[in-house]
């Protein structure tokens, strides 16, 4: 296989750096087979500039089986859209039904192929059965979607001579794509695309809340086109009961669209195959909110889509700022103000935009600094705040404003000390408050609907262990849990289902790691719409701060600078906004491109609202 690179010559064919064992006895005629040695990987493809695309070459003439194996798994990890040319490496009746497409299981390392492959029967002798193993670390299905995996990969690939030309070709393999880690990073990007909050989910102002849904694309093969056909698609299987799209059912790109970019005006006009009669102006909106949110994660500077319908009417179109208001999105929602708990017990607040540590008391009974308080929570409107009392104990809500009081304990904890009590509450964006108490007794998650009803229990059927920490998305649809079993804690996702009409109190189902190296979660927060930061540690390791997914991959990107001793982290789903954290220095903020920087050496309690 050969790199060609755009815009460039053609380079000589390039190989792994080792063969296999078998490979080796292969390349020289498949005189013996070994039926003994140690594995050895195919190695993966060297890491390329992102504006480079890797193609592969077709197979050599007379190539033998092994090359054939090694060229064929070096194809799986080029840029070619179709994989056109790994198929030259199958029969003609293999590459008419592999189908790539179905899934990528990505391993430690490149696949490698056991020594000792078994040659054909008398009756075929020119076949040849190898397996492929390898250390999984996850799969990328169908719908696009990732999913941390373990244990051994282990698939067999068949030989055999092409009867008419006599050239070894490929005729049996498992569908789908393998190849190493450091392959899959460069080839995949990590894209959100949205939805809706189903059912009666809704913003402050009554707009649809816009939900993330994590995939991967080969991020060198028409990225912004492959994006559009995964939004014109159903969502993921795991988020799909609890989101809706406005796309009709059976919405597609018109036939032969590929290529999609913006004009140099950042405009992008996706043409559907919708007539006129079936779209209504504001589901026009919503479809187009749901592509300008997506595909800003490929072109920042997008500014605005149009819709055209068949025939090339146009449909609708959308700018960014009337995508703001169209739906509410955590991501474009800059908190106004960065809350903390002062020296003076008092609830204070500091615009995020300042560039100096100065803060001012809220005003309302929190700023008066005559209650002790162990967190607090701001309200995504800013209008009401949560508290839990100095001792874990108990919850209580009031709001930002001159003259208001603290209310009646909305829930309680009866845990032995304060560290098996309450957690830090959080609001989402319908503004209903969420809060689990960590009693060993009596573990639970609680929901206060609008800040202000009766707390209700909310049931998690698959709870693998104790609570010890919860924090709600700004959806209000998905929420992550630190889990404690036998001494250790995993960080975990959940999905929200609400009975609308029913009366009924949510639940949390379909659990799933988010950090699977992960066995201590100290602290943690949302810091974007399918992301968190986290403090932990892998088994045997240091206390660290990074990023994990949602979905459980790792994300690339520099982590946040070491900071010793922290407690608590906050962050918003806006990016912009400056990370801060309780450590052992106090209230310590973390500007983009900076260092940590002291705000108040004896506060405690940092939130965003949230």
Known sequence: MGADREGGARHKPWRAAA?????????????????????????????????????????????????????????????????????????????????????????????????????????????????????????????????????TYRKKVHLSRDGKSGQWRIDELPD?????????????????????????????????????????????????????????????TWLRPVVRSSFPTGTTLQKGVSGLAPDDQNRLTVPLNLKESRVSASKCTEMATQLLFTLRNLAPTLE????????????????????????????????????????????????????????????????????TLQSVAVSRDERSVAAVDDYGASLRVTSLALDSSLGDALVTSKGPTSADRLTTPSWDARGDLWVADRDPQATALYVVEHGTTRARKVTVPDLPGRIKDARVAADGVRIALVVEKAGKQSLMIGRIE??????????????????????????????????????GQEQGGVQQMRYVQIDGATLDGPAPGALPGVKAIAASEDDRVPLVAYSDDGIVRLPTGAQWQKVDKDGTAPVYPG
């Open 304 to 371: 605005s889509v149009e819709l055209q319908g068949t025939g090339g009417h146009r449909l609708c179109d959308l700018t960014e700022a009337r995508a703001e208001s169209a739906a509410w999105h955590g991501s474009f929602k800059r908190p106004e103000y960065l809350y903390y708990v002062d020296g003076r017990h008092r609830l204070v607040r500091m615009p995020t935009e300042s560039t100096g540590t100065g803060s001012v008391q809220v005003p309302g009974a929190l700023g008066e600094g005559d209650k």
């Open 498 to 535: 609400r009975e609308e009409g029913t009366g009924e109190a949510p639940s949390v189902v379909g659990l799933r790691s988010a950090a699977p190296d992960l066995e201590q979660v100290s602290a943690m927060t949302w810091a974007g719409d399918s992301r968190l930061l986290v403090v």
């Open 19 to 151: 063969y296999t064992a078998l490979g080796a006895v292969l390349l020289a005629g498949c005189a013996s087979m070994p039926d003994s040695g140690d594995l050895r990987d195919v190695e993966s493809t060297p890491r390329q500039d992102t504006g480079v695309r890797v193609f592969a070459m077709p197979p050599a003439e007379d190539a033998p089986p092994g090359e054939i194996m090694q060229g064929f798994l070096e194809a799986l990890t080029s840029d070619d859209p179709a994989y056109d040319t790994a198929r030259k490496y199958l029969s003609n009746d293999a590459a008419r039904t592999w189908r790539p497409e179905s899934s990528t299981t990505v391993l430690a390392n490149g696949p490698s192929i056991e020594p000792g492959c078994h040659l054909g029967s008398r009756e075929a002798p020119g076949s040849i059965t190898c397996v492929l193993t390898g250390t999984r670390v996850a799969t990328v299905d169908d719908e696009q979607a990732y999913e941390p995996a373990a244990g």
């Open 176 to 236: 789908g794509v393998v190849m190493g880690k450091s392959d899959f990073q460069r080839n995949y990007t990590s894209v959100d695309k949205y939805y809706f909050a189903s059912g009666t989910s809704a913003g402050p102002a009554g707009e649809p809340v816009a939900v993330a849904d994590p995939v991967f694309v080969r991020s060198k093969v028409d990225a912004m086109t492959q994006m559009v056909r995964s939004v014109l698609g159903e969502p993921s």
